[in-house]
């Protein structure tokens, strides 16, 4: 039994010496685990500008998306006092209660990638990210100066207020006849449903997530033969539109550049921290354009984790 | 007829086309220790779980004091002071005497709705008990794990007692003991007998029942081979009814001829 | 003693060896089922009093964090504290956790029902639920660990079905609103000793925030549902009647019943138990966010389990406690938000607490065989 108490005492010893912590300057809680493909490029924003700034952060996030657990966190951040806590906010009646705790605390709150239309009234002093509606009305700009007069926003997730806002946004920046197309989330369905449309004289296709909907239009154009006679842009990246894009098959994704939304945040409080200079309101980090113009080097910065 | 306290009378029990007990007859009176030998499958079980009120017989009846009883359930047979140790002694090893002792019939003390378990009262009586038996419980919480077999042997037949039974049935209690621990549990029997409880001894070992026995019944394939008092049988005679003892002795007939024929 | 006299065995038949000593107090402590529990949270406390100890994990508001995520674990880490010493295992209270959370939001958001009609409604539930588990386990023989792994997707598929079919979504929002005035919420929503708080922060002793209000402002609910419930789940245990019977139906169901235990009352009264408390973490959490989310206590039946195992219950059954269920919930809450104020990447969590309940289940075997140790 001896051998067994010196063995726990040294690995305690050990454990002890090497996780002892120091204080941070600024606490990321987001509800994006690190080790997914799209916040990991995020947190690389956050470690990149803490590097930059010259001060010390920490990202953390639930297991799961758990709104509780998250609170918790925010919580968990209050009591370390940083000098600024970064979050992503996309339940504000859940997070509400920890994050006006934090600000009644002294610790001023930036939101990040989510709640734009909640961050003003729980008191946090501004927002970086995408907001849904300007993004939508982006790409349909865009897609009116390439010509299109009749087109298809494919919802995948009826319901989920975010997707209404982009084609809402879409239909105000096209100017033409949007026609919203619900479907499920399945690709196969997606891509039958598409498919069922083309013969009805649409020159334009957006949709609302790259790999799910995007990839699955695309393919359901491919079978038509309709690439390029139909024009086709989504919401966000995957892999298989980067490279789309880059072949010249699809005419736009839209990049909400969450490396931004790392970095910035961090940016912001580092001049604040320093100079009390603090920006109003929404920084949009978004629509940022992959076109068949940069597709290429911006599929060489996703292999680094920057985009 | 009626100073028996137990008559079983014709009991058959079948499961399903197995017959386990046909037509057995057994009586018991007060202070009487009566063997039950047999070897295994005899239907030892099948009898003392009917008279426990686990299994109805099909056939037959249950006298007790004078009065047919029909068992539907062990609790009857536990109100009638019918009380059945069985091997596994139904000691749980992880709790202590007091609570063994008392489990399921704990005392109770306080106001209604909330009384509670009265353990000191509870260990007091337990002490006492096991100290009558010889045990010296020196923690009263201490498990009944850290007794040996024939001190575990020893509580259940004393819980039994405690709880009033008049019949004290016990399933093979020597089996798993050693020829010290054996030898004491017997004597606690013989005592308990010398009270006025009548004991229903089950087991394969003669060298024990003949000692401490006053009758002794002997099953072979469910059938009763007859009851005998202690006086009118021995121990070599049992021994070899129970072996069945007579097909035995046919055998050996048999295989004397076969002997002679062959040598012809 | 007079009876000594009476007794047909000496002494000496039973107690050969005179060496044995009396058995020392502290022998008893050392055997007590907590112990394990008790000395891992002292040295939980320890470390992360080295490690952290200036990053505001012991300041009020800091303590407040990870005594709630404690409390809350402790209050169903309990109840399957004594479903296990009675024999059983309830695979089902993560999924009970979100069908409660469920219950009581659907009917006040989308039916129009006071909050107090449903959280009675959800309570009514859990004891539906509990009965149903017992039941099927007291009737066919089945292990618990089965019928109620049956019951974990049973219950999670139709709290996803039903609040996709009525609403349409996974979480159903806006209940805060409900709680003030409500005859009932406040027992699952109140912060408590607001004064002891406010008075700490006006002598300084605690973090004030810009306003001259205290940061920490009061004991959270879950904190008191803990203790209460740890002090009655004890007092069941230990000091009643039912209490013995719930370690003889764990420790041989068959001989309890055969000297007149109702083990299957008692089973059934125990799986009514778990589901109960799971709908009281459901409460209370419902309450603090605000809103109900179909994936709610997912996999929370296992660190219950585990919170029980690291207090010294028997996977087995028939020996355990419930106080060492509730430290070892404190363990596992404070290393899961201690965690977070170290540099340590709190995936490590997991490992930690599968490790912990390793090291506890060897610890408990040992502590079994020396407690059931025969001469």
């Given amino acids: 039994m001896k051998k067994v108490y010196l063995t726990i005492a040294a690995l305690l010893t050990w454990a002890m010496t090497s996780v002892a912590a120091l204080a941070v300057d600024i606490i990321v809680v987001s509800h994006g685990q690190a080790n997914d493909p799209f916040w990991s490029v995020a947190k690389n924003g956050v470690d990149k500008a803490c590097k930059d700034m010259k001060i010390s952060c920490k990202y953390t996030a639930p297991a799961t998306f758990d709104m509780v657990e998250m609170a918790k966190l925010i919580d968990n951040a209050v009591s370390q006092k940083p000098k600024g806590i970064v979050i992503t906010l996309p339940d504000a009646a859940a997070l509400g209660k920890s994050v006006k705790a934090a600000i009644s605390a002294g610790i001023p709150v930036i939101s990040m990638n989510s709640g734009s239309d909640d961050y003003m009234k729980l008191g946090i002093s501004a927002h970086v990210g995408q907001t849904e509606f300007e993004a939508g009305v982006g790409g349909g700009q865009k897609m009116k100066a390439a010509g299109g007069k009749k087109a298809l926003c494919v919802n995948h997730e009826v319901g989920n207020v975010a997707l209404d806002r982009r084609c809402a946004g879409f239909k105000k920046g096209f100017g033409g006849s949007v026609e919203i197309l619900g479907t499920s989330n399945d690709p196969t369905e997606i891509q039958k449903a598409v498919a069922a449309k083309l013969g009805g004289g649409y020159d334009t296709i957006l949709t609302l997530g790259a790999g799910l909907a995007g990839e699955a239009a695309l393919k359901a154009l491919e079978s038509a033969g309709k690439v390029g006679s139909v024009k086709l842009g989504t919401f966000d990246m995957s892999p298989g539109m980067l490279k789309a894009a880059a072949a010249g098959k699809v005419e736009f994704l839209i990049d909400q550049q969450q490396y931004l939304q790392g970095y910035l945040p961090i940016s912001i409080f580092a001049q604040y921290m320093r100079y009390g200079t603090m920006p109003a309101g929404v920084v949009m980090t978004g629509p940022g354009f992959v076109t068949p113009q940069n597709a290429k080097s911006v599929i060489k910065w996703a292999a680094q984790g920057y985009r | ?264 | 003693m007079s009876t000594k006299s009476k007794s047909i065995a000496s002494k000496t038949d039973f107690n050969q060896d005179e060496r044995l000593q009396k058995v020392s107090k502290l022998k008893i402590l050392l055997n007590r089922p907590e112990l394990g529990a008790l000395g891992g949270a002292i040295l939980v406390f320890i470390f992360f009093g080295i490690v952290a100890g200036d990053t505001g994990m012991f300041s009020a508001y800091g303590i407040l964090n990870f005594l709630d995520v404690s409390a809350n674990l402790g209050i169903i880490a309990i109840a399957a504290a004594m479903l296990m010493i009675g024999g059983e295992f309830d695979l089902s209270i993560g999924s009970m956790i979100g069908f409660a959370g469920i219950c009581i939001a659907i009917p006040a958001i989308y039916w129009g029902w006071p909050l107090w009609m449903s959280i009675i409604f959800a309570f009514s539930m859990a004891v539906l639920v509990g009965y149903f588990n017992g039941i099927l386990v007291v009737r066919t023989g089945l292990p618990s660990f089965i019928v109620t792994l049956a019951m974990l997707f049973i219950l999670r598929g139709a709290t996803l079905a039903l609040t996709r079919l009525i609403t349409g979504r996974t979480q159903v929002p806006g209940l805060r609103v409900l709680i003030e005035n409500d005859p009932i919420a406040w027992i699952f929503a109140t912060d408590t000793f607001k004064w002891l708080f406010t008075w700490l922060g006006s002598m300084n002793l605690i973090a004030l925030r810009t306003d001259g209000t205290p940061l920490a402002t009061g004991i959270p609910p879950s904190v008191i549902w803990f203790i209460v419930l740890a002090i009655i789940s004890t007092w069941i245990l230990m000091k009643t009647r039912y209490g013995n019977w719930i370690f003889a139906s764990g420790g041989d169901k068959n001989g309890a019943n055969n000297v007149g235990v109702p083990v299957g009352r008692v089973k059934i009264s125990l799986f009514i138990g778990t589901a109960v408390a799971a709908t009281i973490f459901a409460t209370i959490q419902v309450l603090d966010a605000g809103s109900a989310d179909t994936m709610r206590g997912t996999l929370k039946e296992l660190e219950a389990i585990a919170a029980a195992v690291v207090g010294g219950c028997l996977l087995t059954g028939g020996y355990g406690s419930a106080i060492g269920a509730a430290f070892g919930a404190i363990i596992f809450g404070t290393v899961s938000m201690g965690i977070f104020y170290t540099d340590v990447d709190t995936d490590w969590f997991k490992v930690f607490l599968g490790a912990m309940m390793l090291v506890a289940v060897i610890f408990n075997n040992y502590i079994r065989r020396k407690v059931t140790e025969s001469k």
């Fill in chain 2, 1 to 264: 007829m009626s100073d028996y306290l137990v008559q079983f009378n014709n009991i058959s029990k079948f499961f399903g086309k197995v017959i386990a007990l046909k037509d057995v007859t057994m009586k018991l009176r007060k202070g009487e220790i009566m063997c039950l030998l047999g070897d295994n499958g005899a239907g030892k079980s099948t009898l003392i779980k009917t008279l426990a009120g686990v299994h109805k017989p099909d056939e037959g009846e249950i006298i007790i004091e004078g009065k047919k009883t029909i068992f539907d359930s062990p609790k009857d047979a536990l109100d009638m002071g019918i009380a059945t140790v069985y091997q596994d002694l139904a000691l749980v090893s992880l709790m202590s005497v007091t609570r063994n002792f008392f489990m399921g019939r704990e005392p109770l003390k306080g106001p209604p709705f909330f009384k509670t378990f009265d353990i000191e009262k509870a260990n007091k009586i337990a002490a006492e008990r096991m100290g009558q038996i010889g045990i010296d419980v020196r923690d009263p919480s201490q498990a009944v794990g850290t007794m040996s077999g024939g001190e575990r042997q020893c509580l259940a037949i004393s819980r039994a007692i405690y709880f009033g039974a008049k019949v004290l049935v016990l399933d093979e209690p020597t089996s798993a003991l050693g020829v010290h621990q054996a030898s004491v549990v017997l004597k606690y029997i013989v005592k308990a007998a010398s009270q006025g409880l009548a004991v229903i001894l089950i087991t394969h070992n003669v060298h024990h029942a003949y000692p401490v026995g006053n009758s002794f019944t002997v099953l072979n394939r469910g059938k009763s081979l007859g009851t005998y008092e202690k006086k009118n049988i021995t121990r070599e005679k049992l021994l070899s009814m129970m072996a069945g003892g007579e097909e035995l002795d046919k055998l050996e007939v048999e295989l004397k001829e076969m002997n002679r024929l062959s040598t012809n």
